[in-house]
C-alpha cells in the first residue's frame, strides 16, 4: 500500500522560511515522480511544484519568485519542499501527491496523481 506522510508544516513569520518533507513508501521511492500541491478553503487545489525521479527530467516549479524550491532524499525516500521568503499568500494546507509508479513526467494538473497525504498545514503570518 503506497502512503505519503507530509511534515514540517507550522506556523511562521511573514519572510520566513519552512521546508516540508513527504516521506513516500510502499513501492520503491526510485519510481515515483511526486508533486507538491496547496489549498485553501473555497479555492481549487494549486500546483507548486513537481520533481520526477528521473534527473533527466527538470523539476518544474510554479512561480513562486524563486522563493520555493523541489529536491529527493533518495536515503530517506521523501522529497523536500524548501520554501523561502514566505508571505501571507502562501498560507494553506500543502499535499505531496505521487505519479502512478514509473511515469517520469512531471505534472501541473492534480488529476493526474494516483496517490495523496493528508496534508500539513502552513501559516504564514503577517
Known amino acids: 500500500q503506497v502512503q505519503l506522510v507530509e511534515s514540517g508544516g507550522g506556523l511562521v513569520q511573514h519572510g520566513g522560511s519552512l521546508r516540508l518533507s513527504c516521506a513516500v513508501s510502499g513501492l520503491p521511492f526510485d519510481g515515483f515522480t511526486v508533486g507538491w500541491f496547496r489549498q485553501t478553503p473555497g479555492k481549487e487545489r494549486e500546483f507548486v511544484a513537481s520533481?520526477?525521479?528521473?534527473?533527466?527530467?527538470?523539476s518544474d516549479v510554479d512561480s513562486s519568485e524563486g522563493r520555493f524550491a523541489i529536491s529527493r532524499d533518495n536515503a530517506k525516500s521523501a522529497v523536500l519542499l524548501q520554501m523561502n521568503r514566505l508571505k501571507p499568500e502562501d498560507t494553506a494546507v500543502y499535499y505531496c501527491?505521487?505519479?502512478?509508479?514509473?511515469?517520469?513526467?512531471?505534472?501541473?494538473?492534480?488529476?493526474?496523481?494516483?496517490?495523496w497525504g493528508q496534508g500539513t498545514q502552513v501559516t504564514v503570518s503577517a
Open positions: 501527491a505521487a505519479r502512478q509508479w514509473g511515469l517520469q513526467t512531471t505534472s501541473r494538473k492534480s488529476a493526474e496523481y494516483m496517490y
Open positions: 520533481i520526477s525521479y528521473n534527473s533527466e527530467y527538470p
